[in-house]
Structures are given as C-alpha cells and as structure tokens.
C-alpha cells in the first residue's frame, strides 16, 4: 500500500469516526429531551395531586346519615286515619236522614270529608298553630259555602239578636294543617237583622256562639249601596282618629284624637253617592288620616277607615279593600276640622320617612 492508499484510508476512518460521533450525540440529546418530557410530566402530575388535597380539604364532607335515637322517635304523632262520615242532610226538607227528625241539622263535630298524610311541619310551627281538637269551633271552621258564595268566618262573636230567620243549610269548612283534613259540615245559616245576605250571613254553633261569616268578594256599585246593604247609618261606630306627619328636621309627631263627633264621618266623607273605584291608585298617595272603626253586628271592632291627600276614602270592613274618590278638598276639610276643634294627645319621636300633613 503505498502512501496515498494510507491517507484515503485514514480519510475514510476520519469520516466514519465523525458520523459515528455524530449520531452519538443525536442519541445524547434524545435522551436529554425524553429526560426534560419526563421531569415535565412528573410536575404536572405532582401539581395535580396538590390542588386535588387543597380542594378536598375545603370542599365540606356531608355526614353520613343516621336514623333518630329511639327517644327521640317516641313523641312523634301517628297519622290519625277515619272514615267516619257526617250524616247527611235533606237541603229540601232539613231532615235527618238518621234520626227522621224534621227541622234538626248535624252539628259541626269535625268529621273529615277526606284524610290524607300528615303535612310535614316544622317544630316552630308545631309550636304556635293549635291541634284540631284545641281549636274553638269558629276557628275550626273559617270558611263556609252557601248558594254560590264562598264566606269567611268573622272575626270576633255577634250577639244572639243579630241573627234574623233561617235561611236554609250551608257547608261549614275547616282544614287541619296536620293531616292535611278537609272537615265539611252542615249547618243551618241565618240572615243576619237588617244586612243584604250578599255581605254577610250568621251561622249559630252547638255551644250556642253566634259568628257572622261575611263575602270579601262583596263589591258595591256605590257608596250608597255598600252603606244600605251594611245598615251603616245604625251599626257604625266610629272609634279615635289618628294623623301623623314628620317636621323639617324629620321628628315624628303622631295624633290620637279620642273623642269627636262621628257626624263628621257622615257629613265629611260618606254623605254622596259615589261610585266604588276599581283601583289602587290610593295606593300610591300619602295617607291624611285614619278612623277607627266598628261593625259589632259583623263581629268587627277596630277596623280601618282612612283617606288620602289626593281625595281617595278607603275602608277595609268585608277584608277587602273598597275605595271611593270623594275629592281632596273633603278630606282635608275633615283633617282641618280635627286640628281645630277637637282635643288630641299628641306623641313625638325621631323617625325616618316622611308623611302627609297638616303645615
């Protein structure tokens, strides 16, 4: 081999050399990027594993449930299951299908149309709303149904003499929010001496209390009409009057006037024949005063009378509210006719808020 054969073969073991080491390193820096990918990926991972601790440890466990001690469970009601009926009652003749008896009715003993579950019910409530059995009878029974109309149990007893002649049967109503019971009796109802029956009717219970249970969908076409079919000219009674305003510097003054003449009631505010307003635009204006007033042959005592600046009189005597446009000239006159002539107490207070009246 001569000297030039040496150095092509030199050459050729340089060049081999070099790519030999070329491809070393391509293999060393494969092995450094999969060595990077991995300590990558060991992070995430470690990453993901504490924020899965952190988010455990705040989200609340809830714990697993459990039945009530024995003691616990002992006081708790049974659902009371009956299928007694209330004998039922010829509404032509008002005789007792039973006992044959003419002119006698079933009296309101509570026995249930129908019995379902008990409604579930708090302890709280539990706690305020009597048993069915501690009810009085009133209480028992607030709704009654007669003809076409639906009555609501008036709010305290009538006297016996309120109650004219029978008028035929009705359906009393109760409901016991215990067992979810609907109680229907008969009972005979009374006109009521001298009110239209589309107000109001009486009913006379077996302990010998008399309620009037009135229509709160009753709506006059006028003033006129509501005050004859309630007879207010005789069973109005009209109680103190009350005003209250608020000064510049926001003290609160309240006036009870106590003893007035009730012919201002009848010459100020319910002396015209006005149509009732289907409205509640007095809603919207600052109250003027108020009267206190009574129904005792309804069974109502302190109830609401009172009028607006803008000239609306409103009353809330069969539990809705009836209103009539009078005019804001006639209610400030009766305002007017308070502060000058009739005596008041006065009390004063700080309070928020601003209302109508007198400057």
Same mark, same amino acid.
């Given at each position: 081999? *001569?000297?030039?054969?040496?150095l ?11 790519a030999?080491?070329?491809d !070393?390193?391509?293999i ?15 992070c ?25 001690p ?5 006081n ?24 044959g008896?003419?002119?006698t ?7 249930p ?41 008036g =709010?305290? %007893? ?9 008028s ?11 067992t *979810? ?6 009972? #005979?109802?009374?006109? /009521?001496?001298?009110?239209?029956? %589309?107000?109001?009717?009486g ?6 209390e ?8 009753y ?7 509501f005050? =004859?079919?309630l007879? /207010?000219? +005789?069973e109005?009674?009209?109680? +103190?009057a ?11 003054h309240a ?5 007035f003449?009730?012919? /201002? ?22 109250q ?11 069974g109502? !005592? +302190? ?11 409103? !009353? ?12 804001? #000239? =006639?209610?400030?006159a009766?305002?007017?006719?308070? /502060? ?5 107490t006065?009390?004063?207070g ?10």
């Open positions: 081999m *001569n000297g030039k054969d040496c092509l073969a030199f050459a050729s073991l340089e060049k081999q050399a070099l030999a080491e070329k !070393t390193g391509k060393r820096q494969s092995f450094r990027q999969q060595k990077k990918r991995r300590v990558q990926l060991l995430a991972v470690s990453g993901c594993l504490f924020l899965a601790v952190v988010f455990a440890g705040l989200i609340p466990r809830r714990p697993p449930a459990t039945l009530p024995a003691a616990e469970t002992e708790i009601r049974p659902s009371e299951s009956s299928t007694v009926r209330a004998p039922a009652v010829d509404p032509e003749t008002d005789v007792d299908p039973e006992t008896v003419a002119g009715l079933p009296t309101a003993t509570g026995t149309a129908r019995n379902e579950e008990p409604a579930t019910q708090n302890t709280a409530e539990i706690a305020v709303i009597p048993h069915w059995e501690e009810k009085s009878m009133p209480e028992k029974y607030t709704g009654l149904e007669f003809g076409d109309t639906e009555y609501r149990v =709010r305290n %007893a009538i006297a016996p003499d309120c109650l004219g002649e029978a035929g049967t009705a359906i009393l109503i109760g409901f016991d929010v215990y *979810n019971a609907v109680y229907r009796v008969p009972t #005979a109802v009374y006109a /009521l001496k001298d009110i239209a029956p %589309a107000c109001a009717v009913v006379r219970f077996e302990t010998g008399c309620r009037a249970y009135v229509n709160p969908s709506r006059p076409a006028t003033l006129s009409q005050i =004859r079919d007879n /207010l000219k +005789n109005l009674r009209c109680g +103190n009350y005003m209250d305003y608020h000064d510049g510097d926001r003290t609160y006036l009870t006037f106590a003893d003449d009730d012919a /201002l009631v009848w010459d100020l505010l319910l002396n015209e024949d006005l149509p009732l307003q289907d409205t509640e635009e007095y809603q919207w204006s600052k003027l005063f108020s009267v206190a007033v009574s129904v005792p042959a309804l109502y !005592t +302190n109830q609401g009378l009172w009028a607006t600046e803008n000239g609306w009189v409103v !009353t809330n005597l069969l539990e809705t509210a009836k209103a009539f446009y009078i005019g804001s #000239a =006639r209610t400030r009766f305002a007017d006719a308070l /502060l000058a002539g009739v005596p008041y006065e009390t004063v700080v309070q928020e808020g601003e209302t109508g009246i007198p400057e």
